[in-house]
């Protein structure tokens, strides 16, 4: 399974590597995400051992389960999924430095509250819907700008960004449609100039569309099953 893992690493190093190259783009540029839910830490160690360092879950069980595993390898956590204001206070305690995941005020306002009461700050990414299917979490693109302006006035999250799951879909400029919406969205915001907001990050792009979101501006490619194999839970497990 070790070199299983490291074979797969060096082909999507490669495919971000080549996607760069046909865009002009520095490959520096692009952060490789491990999206690791359902892997075991065994297998996750494989890769924070041998120079991978950022990984993302989407359960906060699947995060509270691995930590004591994984706390004495040295790598950043995000957190990509769906948070629940209820698990607000296990996110605290299980050194996740990023909410890929904020899609609405009342989080916002429940993160600060909690992240306020224990003096600390937390970077986190505004999840927007741009595929506009009912099934995916995250603020329709034309509320955007709204809900980054609020989140801005709480000093204890600090906005690098814009995250999105593009369209599952074979249709490749169907998939671009959504990055380049997320693109537009990012320099509208910048151009907007909101007090305390960074648009650094556009955090788009899958296994099966790494390309294409890095083509149309990512930073940060979020990869599972490419490198870790196929995932035994559907994607309605982690997605409405």
């Known amino acids: 399974?070790?070199?299983d893992i490291l074979h797969n690493l060096s082909i999507i190093n490669k495919r971000i590597?080549?996607?760069c190259e046909k865009s002009g783009r520095n490959p520096d540029e692009v952060k490789l995400l491990l999206a690791t839910k359902t892997?075991?830490?065994e297998h996750i160690k494989v890769a924070l051992e041998n120079g991978y360092h950022l990984i993302g879950e989407n359960k906060v069980q699947e995060l509270k389960e691995k930590y004591e595993d994984l706390k004495a390898t040295p790598h950043e956590n995000h957190f990509i999924g769906h948070l629940q204001t209820n698990k607000i206070k296990e996110i605290l305690k299980l050194g996740v430095t990023c909410i890929q995941s904020l899609d609405r005020l009342e989080l916002a306002e429940k993160l600060h509250q909690k992240f306020s009461a224990?003096?600390?700050t937390i970077e986190v990414l505004i999840q927007v819907n741009t595929s506009h299917e009912e099934s995916k979490f995250g603020i329709p693109p034309d509320k955007a700008?709204?809900?980054?302006?609020k989140v801005s006035e709480f000093s204890t999250l600090k906005i690098k960004g814009l995250m999105t799951i593009g369209l599952f879909s074979a249709e490749t400029e169907k998939i671009r449609t959504c990055f380049k919406i997320l693109k537009n969205l990012q320099q509208e915001i910048i151009r907007e100039n909101i007090p305390h907001v960074e648009?650094?990050?556009l955090s788009m792009g899958m296994s099966g569309d790494l390309e294409t979101a890095i083509e149309e501006g990512a930073t940060i490619v979020r990869v599972g099953t490419a490198v870790f194999g196929a995932r035994i839970y559907p994607d309605s497990y982690y997605w409405n």
């Open 39 to 41: 892997v075991s830490p």
């Open 118 to 120: 224990e003096n600390k």
């Open 145 to 149: 700008i709204e809900l980054v302006t």
């Open 1 to 3: 399974m070790k070199e």
């Open 17 to 19: 590597k080549d996607a």
């Open 199 to 201: 648009m650094k990050e």
